[in-house]
């Protein structure tokens, strides 16, 4: 009975339920994508999620990792050339 109690607070640690967050979590993995192509030795371009910040937007953007830092540095987001964006 005990053990069971705390596998449930466990499980409800380590996945906390905020929506809110889901802006800034697909920002998090693009700077995870574009850690990764930095690893890479040659130029690689890569999947960057669309961060216009809908839901249920699923949009990709293909980038190199010197374009993706490139709209960084000017403070910009990356998001699809789709329509509704
Ligand atoms: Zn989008």
């Not at 409800?12 to 889901?22: G, Q």
């Not at 130029?43 to 839901?55: N, T, V, Y």
């Not at 953007?61 to 789709?82: H, Q």
Request: charged content about 20%; aromatic content about 4%; glycine content about 10%.
């Amino acid at each position: 009975m005990s053990v069971r109690t705390r596998l449930s607070s466990l499980a409800a640690a380590v996945a906390p339920a905020d929506p809110e967050s889901a802006p800034n979590d697909t920002r998090a993995t693009n700077e995870g994508i574009a850690a990764v192509g930095r690893s890479f030795a040659v130029p690689a371009r890569l999947r960057f999620r669309c961060e216009c910040g809908h839901d249920d937007c699923a949009e990709t953007i293909a980038l190199g990792v010197g374009e993706y830092e490139s709209i960084r540095s000017r403070g910009g987001s990356v998001v699809a050339p789709a329509p509704g964006h």
